[in-house]
């Protein structure tokens, strides 16, 4: 329903997708949103983000229109007041699909970032093999790519496995490298290792680092899953 996309200028971006409708929520729109549904007031929540209320309206008109759904709910307080805004369900579902998208964003904000090609697609397998330097890597299949097209690849630091051996696992990207540094960051060791001269980071704990005994130089292995590498089209 939610994906999130990039863009230099406007920055995060969430695709809302609805049917056949889809829009793409800036992060100021997020920002709205998330505002009335804590404040219960359009008047707050704009005057929070920093735009006036009109561009608020405007904002929420457009999302709604865009979708086909309602997602906002403003009610009208009798003599006695007891009126406010809240979001509807179709509203508060956008919210916390774009909630879910930041917090696995946040987990994962430290990727190894590789630009690549497609080498290769096997639809009875369901996988796609990428070229990464002299080697190819084993991915999830994407049917929007063809052979050839280049691509963005991402691996988070904390799905790389440091092994002295290669085992037997479902572990299907299993590559040999040196150790080239080790940092202590926040109680993790950060380990950087030269794969054929490319460079893939590993987050590990101080028991694993001490554990495999691992030091400056030492030739180990890394290994990553199919399903932890996430591609972008370039």
């Known amino acids: 329903m939610v994906t999130i996309m990039t863009d230099v200028k406007a920055g995060i971006e969430y695709k809302i997708n609805m049917g056949q409708e889809s829009f793409l929520l800036n992060n100021k729109q997020y920002k709205l949103l998330e505002n009335i549904l804590n404040m219960g007031s359009i008047t707050d929540a704009a005057e929070s983000v920093g735009i006036s209320y009109r561009t608020a309206l405007n904002y929420i008109e457009r ?18 007041g007891g009126g406010g805004t809240s979001l509807t369900d179709e509203g508060f579902l956008i919210l916390k699909e774009c909630k879910k998208i930041n917090a696995i964003m946040e987990l994962h904000k430290d990727v190894n970032e590789f630009e690549t090609t497609v080498a290769d697609i096997d639809y009875d397998k369901g996988i796609m093999k990428i070229k990464v330097g002299t080697f190819l890597i084993n991915t999830p299949l994407n049917s929007n790519y063809t052979v050839g097209e280049k691509i963005l690849a991402l691996v ?6 440091i092994m002295l051996e290669p085992f037997l696992s479902s572990i299907r990207n299993i590559l040999k490298g040196k150790i080239v540094e080790m940092k202590l960051e926040n109680d993790i060791i950060r380990v950087k290792i030269d794969v054929e001269g490319l460079m893939f980071y590993s987050d590990i704990t101080l028991f694993a680092e001490k554990e495999l005994n691992l030091t400056i130089g030492k030739e180990v292995y890394i290994g990553f899953k199919a399903m932890s590498v996430a591609t972008l089209k370039l």
């Open 63 to 80: 999302i709604e229109s865009t979708l086909g759904v309602k997602v906002v709910s403003t009610t009208k307080g009798g003599k006695g």
């Open 156 to 161: 988070s630091y904390d799905n790389i496995f």
